[in-house]
């Protein structure tokens, strides 16, 4: 397979652009040095932009997960209750991730089923000093209400902890409004730059909870990050991943020159196209939306199609140059996944579609190819 050839239509890694790619090959730099401070600076002044806060925002070399342990292992410790919203993969892991340094209050749904709001109450109402939620739950491909849940955190004076990795940098994301302590982002998703790093906010209210901690994290600690982002030279603790942060410094400069506003109705449309054409060709979308829950914006989940295994789907897409991705866990051969965030471009989302009716046609599920193109155009076309 011809990686250069191959069309990544992930929930992430997303393909990178090639002035991303070269800008990881320049020389490297002291990181304790106003050319770094100043990398450093200009990647947080666009985030702010793109998570909508005024909160800082510290950088960690690590991929998502690294910025989900630094959040909940830097607030919570022994006794303390953290209540764990899961409904996919990625809340189980916030769930499992709590559980090693808190007393983890589990709040499970199915997987692809909404959240229920009245239940998330009944458990703030119990007491709790977190909560933590998965808003874009990559794995079921569904939105879930991060507004009312960070309004029901406030009330019950819970921090609000926030998975934003496929959804910052792609949709709607409202850190300061929502009420949100701290959010997270992950490099490779929809801000189309290389895996290994993170992105976090912490507000006022999260720094205070970390003054009371016993016990604290080693190398992924907020606080540490604090005392180096308040340099006048920001920095961060340890050594960075320098060229990592070169490339999500040009990545981000792309984010910027599009504008968060266009990059959003960008994301909206492609994935109303997957989903539109999804349902010319009879797929069923794999979610469960309640009037709070909606369609993930930036990677659609879909049931494989009566008779075959979603794993082939993957596959033969695979064989004709598309990489897409299966279910998790006991989702394994039951869905499929395309993502469509980064830089995603219409035509790649036209591709796609084409390529997987060609896949039913030939297992037999549709008779004739082109409906599924029709409909995403009709969506496409009103960019
Ligand atoms: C919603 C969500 N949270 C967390 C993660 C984990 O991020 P990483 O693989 O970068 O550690 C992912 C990765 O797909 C994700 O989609």
């Excluded at 006991?330 to 993502?339: A, E, N, P, Q, T």
Aim: glycine share 8%.
């Amino acid at each position: 397979m011809d990686l250069e050839d191959t069309l990544l239509m992930m929930p992430g890694p997303v393909p990178v652009a090639p002035r991303v790619l070269r800008a990881m090959s320049k020389p490297m730099i002291n990181h304790r040095s106003a050319e770094f401070a100043g990398i450093y600076t200009d990647c947080r002044e666009i985030l702010a932009d793109v998570f909508q806060t005024k909160n800082d925002i510290f950088l960690l070399s690590g991929s998502g997960t690294a910025g989900m342990e630094a959040a909940v292992g830097s607030v919570a410790g022994n006794g303390d209750k953290v209540i764990a919203i899961e409904n996919g993969k990625f809340g189980q892991r916030f769930k499992d991730l709590a559980a090693l340094y808190a007393e983890v209050v589990p709040l499970e749904f199915e997987w692809g089923l909404s959240v229920d709001l009245e239940k998330v109450k009944e458990k703030l109402e119990e007491g709790a000093k977190a909560i933590t939620l998965v808003h874009n739950e990559t794995s079921a491909g569904i939105m879930n209400p991060a507004a009312e849940i960070g309004k029901l955190a406030k009330k019950h004076d819970a921090l609000f902890i926030m998975d934003g990795i496929t959804s910052l940098g792609g949709d709607v994301v409202k850190v300061d409004e929502w009420g949100v302590d701290i959010a997270i982002v992950g490099s490779q998703k929809c801000i189309a730059a290389p895996p290994g790093m993170a992105a976090v906010s912490v507000s006022e209210k999260a720094f205070e909870a970390m003054n009371g901690m016993k016990k604290r994290l080693y190398y992924n600690d907020l606080k540490a990050y604090k005392k180096s982002g308040d340099k006048p030279k920001p920095e961060t603790p340890y050594t960075p991943a320098i060229p990592l942060f070169y490339a999500l410094q040009e990545a981000l400069h792309i984010v910027k020159e599009e504008g968060m506003e266009a990059r959003i109705r960008r994301h909206r449309a492609l994935s109303e196209a997957v989903r539109t054409a999804a349902g010319a060709m009879n797929i069923e979308m794999f979610p469960q939306l309640n009037e709070y829950s909606q369609y993930s914006n930036t990677v659609t989940a879909m049931k494989s199609p009566a008779g075959i295994n979603g794993e082939d789907i993957k596959n033969d897409m695979k064989k004709r140059g598309v990489i897409i991705a299966g279910g998790q866990e006991h989702l394994k051969s039951k869905i499929f996944r395309i993502g469509s965030m980064g830089n995603t471009t219409p035509r790649d989302v036209l591709s796609t579609i084409q390529q997987l009716e060609i896949v039913l046609k030939k297992r037999g599920y549709i008779d004739s190819v082109g409906a599924g193109t029709e409909a995403a155009t009709c969506i496409i076309d009103r960019l």
